[in-house]
């Protein structure tokens, strides 16, 4: 029987992160797996308590949104500790892409009864990011901008945050001119958004690359070009399907390094967090962590 260390982000999602793993607790006791729960109070104090917990033998879950997950996932990338998700934050987009259940019996099930399943992560490197590895993109543009104002946002929770944070970026967003290099070849490009996708969504369930897979060893790489302003607020309604990869002004190409740059101090965020402007390089890490799912 599995033993796990749940490492908690006790302010995720409004507080939601304990109150998410008390009824899955429950189950995995009942089934007669040893839990435990450490609360984190930073992200490297997360990664430091699911190092721990890993070199121990024990499975880590990452109790929490996107950010958490992202963090402790990255520090375990390369390692053999096996990860477990339980989404309790604004986004959970990784954990949507894994196709992960949001009940608790379900959830169990997986926890308990799943094998590892070798998944694809992401390492970046830049000025602030010194070889930070993260799980689900890395986002240059007006979506790190929407993120930072959802992230801010203390009166609207979850799609509505992102979506308003959007409306907010959007408004007062001017066309930046991308220097975007995948696998040497430099495409230059005037617009909205650079992203390099290892899951297909972000921003609270926007399928921003539909065709990324986990698994692929592959990150894809949407650039949305520049387009009068009420034209991308269309597209943003065309994210929560896909939809947008048809418009002549969204490009997708593949590849396993990718470097964004840009003519002026763009920002740019990983895995829900936005704390740092280009120039990045993201770089894929195939199978490089084991997840439950």
Avoid at 266 to 272: C, E, F, K, S
Wanted: glycine share 12%; with cysteine.
């Amino acid at each position: 029987m599995r033993q796990f260390t749940a490492v908690v982000n006790p302010t995720a999602g409004g507080s939601t992160g304990a109150a998410a793993l008390l009824p899955l607790a429950r189950l995995l006791r009942e089934a007669g797996a040893e839990l435990e729960t450490e609360y984190s109070t930073s992200l490297a104090h997360a990664q430091e308590l699911a190092r721990r917990a890993g070199e121990s033998g024990r499975v880590v879950l990452a109790v929490g949104g996107d950010g958490i997950v992202g963090g402790i996932g990255g520090a375990l990338s390369g390692t053999d500790t096996v990860l477990g998700l339980v989404p309790a934050g604004r986004g959970n987009d990784f954990a949507r892409a894994l196709d992960l259940p949001s009940g608790p019996d379900e959830l169990a099930r997986v926890l308990l009864h799943q094998d590892p399943r070798p998944v694809d992560t992401i390492e970046i490197d830049s000025a602030v990011h010194h070889r930070t590895v993260v799980l689900g993109s890395v986002y240059a543009g007006v979506d790190a901008l929407a993120n930072r104002h959802a992230n801010a946002s203390r009166l609207l929770s979850g799609a509505a945050s992102y979506y308003a944070g959007g409306l907010r970026a959007v408004a007062g967003w001017r066309a930046a001119a991308y220097r975007v290099t995948v696998d040497g070849v430099l495409h230059e490009r005037r617009g909205y958004t650079v992203v390099a996708a290892n899951s297909g969504y972000y921003g609270s369930g926007r399928a921003i690359a539909p065709g990324a897979r986990v698994d692929d060893g592959l990150l894809d790489v949407v650039m949305i070009h520049d387009a009068p302003r009420r034209l991308f607020f269309a597209l943003m309604n065309e994210l929560k399907t896909g939809a947008h990869v048809h418009r002549p002004e969204v490009e997708i190409v593949r590849g396993r390094e990718i470097r964004i740059e840009a003519d002026r101090e763009v920002p740019y965020g990983a895995d829900g967090e936005v704390d740092a402007v280009l120039p990045v390089t993201a770089r894929i890490r195939p199978g490089a962590l084991k997840v439950l799912c």
